[in-house]
């Protein structure tokens, strides 16, 4: 038989959609056509192919060779379709069997020496394999990701040889794993207890961490916003599997190593401020994720948030919504997650302070710089607090360091045990009608809240916001109803309201 059907995987944003090369040998001068909407690198695989199957020791047919990669209308790219076609190109020729084929999947770039290289986007691959009832063959260097997905279920090779051999019965492949596949716990070397003072910005930091609410720090530099915000990570519990695959599924698409052994924690993202929209979002002609994917279940972390372009900014603001950014192209729509918890820190003014004897800017200059960050985008921040300097005679004495991070972690880690409970998600993802039902004000507190929101110029969006952020107050103090002292603290963390009211009036 002259014909060969093999099964791959494309990658397509976080998806991997089947692909069927067929190869078909027949008589006619010899030529190798490869069609199926491959990009230029799919169609290099002729020459990669053709110098792999010699030196590995078989022969290349001298007759026509036509390759078709299944459905015609899918883009494909990359080199992960040089494992299948090598081995369509053997069956076909009758030099390794076809009964094994269709237990099997195969993805894996091939070095012309007939090694395996490893390929992006394994993880999703295997997700599906696995789904579909067939074995996964990779490259040996992508053999850690796949395990992630089933170490009994898939399979990975270090050359063509292998693979030949495994098919033919003659040897058997298994799943190469690194040796740091186990979760590796660390010392934690950043505490709470680093910071000195500020304690009203610790507090902040445990109430957005529980409830994974959105948080902006606000004051002059150098009094310990960054640091805040990098606790940030080390204050959260390790994610589900489930989370922990779609994070690690993400990462498998980029060119950055995925480390086995923590994918369990949560991402951290701190981009530069000069990054583009682009590299925020996602974007490229083959669609890649961005900052905000790749911070997928974890922390996105602005510093200088007034130097980023605002129109990036502006970027985030349907993401922090939705949970998920679609890249759009003539051809084809991918759809990236990008739940994330956003953490932003800025200066108040242009010159770091815009009061006092350091002051060097009026109101007007400050409000204009201040205007960089449209309405809008500040909106989706749950809880703003300013991070003053430390009173004189701090840093002599010590200062108060407050408590260490594994005891706020296991307060917050009960209180997100409580919101689990009792709404299957933790209180930022509440929907308007799971705040009625799980945030109940009485009639007198509900007059005090809307009383206050119309006082601080805030939206409808801002009251459910920081109902939300009551509600994880109240959970953290284990109280079972929402309280008035809640609904204060919730509402003294908005200081970049009252900021943009004062600077508002004393520029008028």
């Known amino acids: 038989m002259n014909l060969a059907i093999i099964q791959s995987r494309a990658c397509v944003g976080v998806g991997a959609p089947q692909v069927t090369v067929e190869v078909h040998i027949s008589n006619g001068l010899p030529a190798f056509n490869l069609v199926g909407l491959a990009e230029t690198t799919v169609k290099e695989a002729r020459d990669r192919v053709r110098s792999a199957i ?28 040089d494992l299948p076609i090598a081995l369509g190109v053997l069956a076909a020729s009758g030099q390794i069997p076809m009964t094994t084929l269709n237990q099997h999947e195969f993805v894996g770039e091939l070095a012309l020496s007939g090694q395996l290289r490893a390929v992006k986007g394994t993880l999703p691959a ?30 990975s090779a270090p050359d063509l040889n292998a693979v030949c051999r495994h098919l033919s019965g003659q040897g058997h492949l298994s799943l190469k794993e690194p040796d740091n596949m186990e979760t590796v716990t660390h010392e934690n070397h950043r ?7 500020q304690q009203q910005g610790k507090r902040a930091l445990e109430i957005s ?71 925020l979002v996602g974007g490229g002609t083959v669609p890649k994720p961005g900052e905000i994917s790749l911070a997928h279940n974890g922390i996105l972390f602005l510093d200088e948030m007034p130097e980023f372009e ?50 060097r800017s009026n109101p007007q200059a400050t409000l204009r710089y201040l205007n960089r960050l449209s309405g809008p985008f500040l909106d989706r921040f749950d809880l703003s607090i300013e991070i003053p300097a430390l ?77 939300k952020v009551a509600r994880t107050i109240a959970d953290l103090s284990g109280e079972q109803d929402i309280q008035r002292g809640h609904l204060a603290e919730a509402l003294g963390y908005r200081a970049m309201d009252r900021l943009l009211k004062q600077l508002t009036s004393l520029a008028s």
């Open 54 to 81: 010699v030196n590995s020791g078989f022969e290349f047919p001298a007759r026509r060779i036509t390759v078709n990669l299944a459905p015609a209308d899918l883009p494909k790219d990359g080199g992960r379709f």
């Open 126 to 155: 295997a997700v599906v394999c696995r789904e579909a009832g067939r074995r996964l063959v990779v490259p040996d260097d992508n053999g850690g990701q796949v395990a992630l997905v089933g170490r009994d279920t898939h399979l």
């Open 191 to 197: 505490c709470l207890q680093d910071i000195i003072g």
């Open 209 to 279: 961490a529980a409830g994974s609410h959105n948080l902006l720090f606000l004051g002059p530099p150098g009094t310990g916003k960054t640091m805040l915000a990098s606790r940030m990570a080390d204050l959260l519990p390790p994610m589900s599997d489930t989370e922990a695959l779609e994070t690690a599924a993400i990462t498998s698409l980029t060119e950055r190593p995925l480390h086995e052994g923590n994918w369990r924690q949560r991402p951290f993202r701190s981009p530069h401020h000069s990054s583009s929209m682009a590299a």
């Open 310 to 359: 605002r129109k990036v900014l502006d970027s985030l603001r349907e993401p922090l919504e939705s949970g998920e950014v679609m890249i759009s192209r003539a051809n084809s729509k991918t759809l990236f997650p990008s739940r994330f918890q956003l953490v932003g820190a800025l200066n108040p003014s242009p010159t770091g302070h815009y009061e006092g004897q350091l002051a």
């Open 391 to 467: 009173p004189r005679g701090t840093l002599a004495e010590g200062g108060d360091r407050g408590e260490p991070t594994s005891v706020v972690k296991a307060r917050i880690e009960r209180a997100r045990a409580v919101m689990l409970a009792r709404a299957g998600k933790v209180n930022c993802l509440l929907s308007s009608r799971e705040i009625e039902t799980y945030c109940p004000l009485s009639k007198a507190d509900a007059d005090f809240l809307e009383t206050a929101l119309h006082r601080l110029g805030l939206s409808i969006r801002a009251y459910h916001r920081i109902i």
